[in-house]
């Protein structure tokens, strides 16, 4: 009789430990294998380092740049990473369809990139905020917002009183810097 009971709660064990262990790929450790990389380029911002054009704007853009922790980067660079790109391309759209934790915010096309806006948490207090990118200019990357109870209007507000200069951005010269390190 024991040996009965046994058999069935050994398989729901076994079972229980085979589904429990997902072989989808997360975000998180995709940035950390990104990061072992040499062709990649890994920063890892915290929000002090970011600086607003002026200081003279509103209280609620001051508060959202608060609400944000750190701000991670990954990006492979089109020119001489080109049979490397469609493989990452493919790998980050996957992870985005895969896992169902990722909520879309919006998509967009412009200057030859495809931008897909995604967020964890809830539509009012928000804790993550992904960007996904990639076109066959500037290559494909990822950029993360870590913080908490961030809200996605006050960050679209905010990202306009950033110092960023989107025509300026050239992965390769980025990619030279670091890796003066």
């Known amino acids: 009789m024991k040996n009965i009971i046994k058999i069935p709660l050994l ?17 998180q450790a995709y940035l950390v294998e990104s990061q072992e990389k040499k062709e990649f380029i890994t920063v890892d911002i915290p929000t002090d380092f970011l600086q607003l054009k002026s200081q003279d704007v509103s209280e609620d853009v001051k508060v959202t740049l608060e609400s944000i922790r750190k701000v991670n980067l990954v990006a492979l660079p089109f020119e001489g990473n080109e049979s490397k790109y469609e493989e990452e391309k493919v790998t980050l759209k996957k992870i985005f369809k895969d896992n169902k934790e990722y909520k879309s915010l919006m998509s967009m096309k412009a200057k030859g990139m495809n931008v897909k806006l995604y967020y964890t948490g809830d539509t009012e207090a928000i804790d993550e905020v992904i960007a996904f990118g990639y076109g066959k200019k500037a290559g494909v990357g990822v950029a993360r917002l870590l913080g908490s109870n961030m809200n996605p209007a006050k960050i679209i507000e905010m990202m306009n009183s950033i110092k960023i200069d989107p025509d300026s951005i050239n992965l390769k010269q980025f990619k030279t810097i670091f890796q003066r390190k």
């Open 11 to 27: 398989l729901l064990f076994l079972l229980s430990i085979t589904a429990s262990c997902k072989n989808e790929k997360s975000l």
